[in-house]
Protein backbone atom coordinates (compact mmCIF):
# COMPACT_ATOMS: atom_id res chain seq x y z
CA UNK A 1 0.00 0.00 0.00
CA UNK A 2 1.55 3.16 -1.15
CA UNK A 3 1.07 6.05 1.11
CA UNK A 4 0.07 9.24 -0.71
CA UNK A 5 -0.46 12.78 0.09
CA UNK A 6 -2.40 15.72 -1.32
CA UNK A 7 -1.32 19.22 -1.27
CA UNK A 8 -3.78 21.33 -2.18
CA UNK A 9 -7.10 18.52 -1.78
CA UNK A 10 -9.70 21.16 -1.25
CA UNK A 11 -10.30 22.43 -4.33
CA UNK A 12 -12.34 20.88 -7.47
CA UNK A 13 -9.05 18.87 -8.51
CA UNK A 14 -8.47 17.57 -5.03
CA UNK A 15 -11.95 16.23 -4.63
CA UNK A 16 -11.76 14.44 -7.51
CA UNK A 17 -8.35 13.27 -6.57
CA UNK A 18 -9.62 11.81 -3.15
CA UNK A 19 -12.56 10.03 -4.57
CA UNK A 20 -10.39 8.53 -6.80
CA UNK A 21 -7.41 7.34 -4.38
CA UNK A 22 -10.54 6.53 -2.10
CA UNK A 23 -11.37 3.67 -4.64
CA UNK A 24 -7.82 2.28 -5.16
CA UNK A 25 -6.65 -0.82 -3.22
CA UNK A 26 -2.92 0.31 -3.13
CA UNK A 27 -3.20 4.01 -2.69
CA UNK A 28 -3.65 5.53 1.54
CA UNK A 29 -4.37 9.10 1.34
CA UNK A 30 -2.17 9.66 4.76
CA UNK A 31 -2.28 13.46 4.01
CA UNK A 32 -4.16 15.98 2.85
CA UNK A 33 -3.52 19.78 2.87
CA UNK A 34 -5.69 22.78 2.08
CA UNK A 35 -4.84 26.13 3.62
CA UNK A 36 -8.34 27.73 3.25
CA UNK A 37 -9.29 24.54 4.96
CA UNK A 38 -7.05 23.60 8.00
CA UNK A 39 -8.62 22.01 10.72
CA UNK A 40 -11.84 20.87 8.73
CA UNK A 41 -12.74 17.42 8.24
CA UNK A 42 -12.73 16.13 4.89
CA UNK A 43 -15.38 14.34 5.85
CA UNK A 44 -17.15 18.15 6.16
CA UNK A 45 -16.41 19.41 3.41
CA UNK A 46 -16.77 16.70 1.01
CA UNK A 47 -19.37 14.48 3.21
CA UNK A 48 -19.85 11.78 -0.17
CA UNK A 49 -16.25 10.89 1.27
CA UNK A 50 -16.85 10.64 4.76
CA UNK A 51 -16.85 6.85 4.66
CA UNK A 52 -13.43 6.73 3.57
CA UNK A 53 -12.13 9.83 5.05
CA UNK A 54 -13.94 10.27 8.78
CA UNK A 55 -10.57 10.78 10.88
CA UNK A 56 -8.67 12.77 7.87
CA UNK A 57 -8.59 16.88 8.50
CA UNK A 58 -7.02 19.28 6.31
CA UNK A 59 -3.74 20.78 7.44
CA UNK A 60 -1.53 23.57 6.43
CA UNK A 61 1.57 22.86 4.61
CA UNK A 62 5.01 22.78 6.16
CA UNK A 63 8.38 21.15 6.43
CA UNK A 64 7.00 17.85 7.32
CA UNK A 65 4.22 17.41 5.00
CA UNK A 66 5.37 14.92 2.97
CA UNK A 67 7.18 12.83 5.93
CA UNK A 68 6.33 9.08 5.24
CA UNK A 69 4.39 9.93 2.15
CA UNK A 70 5.97 7.30 -1.02
CA UNK A 71 3.74 9.82 -3.27
CA UNK A 72 3.16 13.55 -2.96
CA UNK A 73 0.18 15.00 -5.80
CA UNK A 74 0.31 18.65 -5.94
CA UNK A 75 -3.32 20.46 -7.05
CA UNK A 76 -1.98 23.90 -6.38
CA UNK A 77 -2.41 27.06 -8.25
CA UNK A 78 -0.16 28.24 -11.15
CA UNK A 79 3.33 28.78 -9.66
CA UNK A 80 2.98 26.81 -6.62
CA UNK A 81 4.29 23.80 -7.11
CA UNK A 82 7.41 25.46 -8.91
CA UNK A 83 8.63 26.31 -5.12
CA UNK A 84 7.97 23.16 -3.75
CA UNK A 85 8.95 20.26 -6.41
CA UNK A 86 12.56 20.72 -5.56
CA UNK A 87 12.54 19.80 -2.49
CA UNK A 88 10.06 17.04 -2.67
CA UNK A 89 12.25 15.74 -5.57
CA UNK A 90 14.68 14.64 -3.71
CA UNK A 91 12.40 13.24 -0.43
CA UNK A 92 9.35 11.75 -2.03
CA UNK A 93 9.75 8.34 -4.57
CA UNK A 94 7.05 9.88 -6.94
CA UNK A 95 5.85 13.89 -7.73
CA UNK A 96 2.89 13.96 -9.71
CA UNK A 97 2.15 17.89 -10.33
CA UNK A 98 -1.56 18.14 -11.44
CA UNK A 99 -1.13 21.56 -12.49
CA UNK A 100 0.50 23.21 -15.27
CA UNK A 101 3.89 24.19 -13.87
CA UNK A 102 5.66 21.16 -15.57
CA UNK A 103 4.08 20.67 -18.46
CA UNK A 104 5.82 22.50 -20.95
CA UNK A 105 9.65 21.70 -21.66
CA UNK A 106 10.85 24.94 -22.91
CA UNK A 107 11.05 27.06 -19.93
CA UNK A 108 10.86 30.21 -22.26
CA UNK A 109 6.83 29.53 -22.93
CA UNK A 110 5.83 30.30 -19.39
CA UNK A 111 6.49 34.39 -19.48
CA UNK A 112 4.85 34.06 -22.64
CA UNK A 113 1.64 31.95 -21.34
CA UNK A 114 2.23 32.53 -17.91
CA UNK A 115 3.20 35.38 -17.11
CA UNK A 116 5.87 34.90 -15.10
CA UNK A 117 9.36 32.90 -15.54
CA UNK A 118 9.78 29.50 -14.31
CA UNK A 119 11.93 28.82 -11.32
CA UNK A 120 12.92 25.79 -11.76
CA UNK A 121 13.26 25.36 -15.15
CA UNK A 122 15.98 22.43 -14.75
CA UNK A 123 13.52 20.13 -13.47
CA UNK A 124 11.05 20.49 -17.05
CA UNK A 125 13.36 17.94 -18.68
CA UNK A 126 12.79 15.79 -16.16
CA UNK A 127 8.66 15.49 -15.89
CA UNK A 128 6.98 12.32 -18.14
CA UNK A 129 3.98 14.20 -19.74
CA UNK A 130 1.21 11.93 -18.20
CA UNK A 131 -1.28 11.02 -20.90
CA UNK A 132 -0.93 6.95 -20.66
CA UNK A 133 -2.87 6.96 -23.91
CA UNK A 134 -0.16 8.51 -25.81
CA UNK A 135 3.22 8.38 -23.83
CA UNK A 136 2.67 4.82 -20.86
CA UNK A 137 6.06 3.87 -21.58
CA UNK A 138 7.89 7.35 -20.13
CA UNK A 139 5.53 7.20 -17.05
CA UNK A 140 5.69 3.94 -16.06
CA UNK A 141 7.77 4.32 -12.75
CA UNK A 142 8.46 7.91 -13.65
CA UNK A 143 9.36 10.14 -10.12
CA UNK A 144 8.08 13.09 -11.56
CA UNK A 145 5.14 13.65 -13.51
CA UNK A 146 3.59 16.33 -14.98
CA UNK A 147 -0.68 15.83 -15.58
CA UNK A 148 -2.18 16.87 -18.53
CA UNK A 149 -4.47 19.87 -18.80
CA UNK A 150 -8.17 19.34 -19.74
CA UNK A 151 -8.11 21.01 -23.15
CA UNK A 152 -4.61 19.26 -24.24
CA UNK A 153 -5.98 16.13 -23.03
CA UNK A 154 -9.09 16.11 -25.70
CA UNK A 155 -6.97 17.71 -28.27
CA UNK A 156 -3.77 15.36 -28.31
CA UNK A 157 -6.35 12.12 -27.94
CA UNK A 158 -8.05 13.18 -31.26
CA UNK A 159 -5.68 14.83 -32.94
CA UNK A 160 -2.24 12.96 -32.24
CA UNK A 161 -2.94 10.20 -34.42
CA UNK A 162 -3.68 11.64 -36.98
CA UNK A 163 -0.66 13.95 -36.90
CA UNK A 164 1.81 11.77 -36.24
CA UNK A 165 0.75 9.16 -39.32
CA UNK A 166 0.89 11.84 -41.59
CA UNK A 167 -2.55 12.18 -42.35
CA UNK A 168 -3.67 16.01 -41.73
CA UNK A 169 -1.71 18.78 -42.53
CA UNK A 170 -0.01 20.08 -38.86
CA UNK A 171 0.15 24.02 -39.60
CA UNK A 172 -2.98 24.13 -39.81
CA UNK A 173 -4.81 22.62 -36.87
CA UNK A 174 -8.09 23.77 -35.63
CA UNK A 175 -9.58 23.00 -32.21
CA UNK A 176 -13.33 23.92 -30.91
CA UNK A 177 -13.54 22.49 -27.80
CA UNK A 178 -16.06 23.36 -24.84
CA UNK A 179 -15.39 22.59 -21.00
CA UNK A 180 -17.60 22.97 -18.14
CA UNK A 181 -16.98 26.04 -15.42
CA UNK A 182 -15.99 24.04 -12.53
CA UNK A 183 -12.73 24.37 -14.84
CA UNK A 184 -12.57 27.80 -13.00
CA UNK A 185 -12.33 26.32 -9.68
CA UNK A 186 -14.10 26.28 -6.53
CA UNK A 187 -13.55 30.24 -5.37
CA UNK A 188 -17.19 32.06 -6.64
CA UNK A 189 -17.32 34.13 -9.56
CA UNK A 190 -19.79 36.16 -10.89
CA UNK A 191 -19.58 34.62 -14.66
CA UNK A 192 -19.59 31.23 -12.83
CA UNK A 193 -22.69 31.03 -11.19
CA UNK A 194 -25.94 28.66 -11.91
CA UNK A 195 -27.67 31.87 -13.20
CA UNK A 196 -24.86 32.96 -15.24
CA UNK A 197 -24.17 30.01 -17.07
CA UNK A 198 -27.54 27.66 -17.21
CA UNK A 199 -28.29 26.95 -20.77
CA UNK A 200 -25.55 29.45 -21.99
CA UNK A 201 -22.32 28.87 -24.14
CA UNK A 202 -19.69 31.18 -24.49
CA UNK A 203 -16.32 32.03 -25.25
CA UNK A 204 -13.47 33.24 -23.41
CA UNK A 205 -9.74 33.24 -24.10
CA UNK A 206 -9.81 33.81 -27.18
CA UNK A 207 -6.41 33.91 -29.36
CA UNK A 208 -3.90 33.19 -26.47
CA UNK A 209 -5.45 30.60 -24.29
CA UNK A 210 -2.93 29.16 -22.11
CA UNK A 211 -3.13 25.52 -22.88
CA UNK A 212 -2.21 26.82 -26.70
CA UNK A 213 1.57 25.59 -26.38
CA UNK A 214 0.71 22.50 -24.27
CA UNK A 215 -1.17 21.01 -27.06
CA UNK A 216 1.11 21.73 -29.73
CA UNK A 217 3.45 19.98 -27.75
CA UNK A 218 2.16 17.03 -27.09
CA UNK A 219 0.44 16.62 -30.64
CA UNK A 220 3.91 17.28 -32.06
CA UNK A 221 5.59 14.57 -29.97
CA UNK A 222 5.99 10.95 -30.84
CA UNK A 223 5.70 8.49 -28.73
CA UNK A 224 9.45 7.89 -28.86
CA UNK A 225 10.42 11.23 -28.31
CA UNK A 226 10.54 12.35 -32.32
CA UNK A 227 9.33 15.65 -33.47
CA UNK A 228 6.51 16.74 -35.78
CA UNK A 229 7.69 19.82 -37.55
CA UNK A 230 5.62 23.07 -37.92
CA UNK A 231 2.40 22.19 -35.76
CA UNK A 232 0.22 25.18 -35.30
CA UNK A 233 -3.18 25.04 -33.78
CA UNK A 234 -5.97 27.23 -33.55
CA UNK A 235 -7.41 27.29 -30.33
CA UNK A 236 -11.45 28.55 -29.36
CA UNK A 237 -12.50 27.46 -25.65
Not at 12 to 24: I, K, V
Not at 113 to 129: M, N
Not at 225 to 236: A, P, Y
Amino acid sequence: MAAVGIIGASGFTGAELLRLCAAHPDLDVVVATGDSQAGTAVADLYPSLAAHYGDLTFAEVDDTTADGCDVVFLGLPHGASQALVPDLASRVGHVIDLAADFRLRDAALYPEWYDEPHTAPGLLVDFAYGLPELYRPSIVGAPLIAVPGCYPTATSLALAPFVWGGHVEPSALVVDAASGVSGAGRPPKPHTTFCAVDEDYSAYGLVGHRHTPEMEQAVGTRADGSVVDHVSILFTP
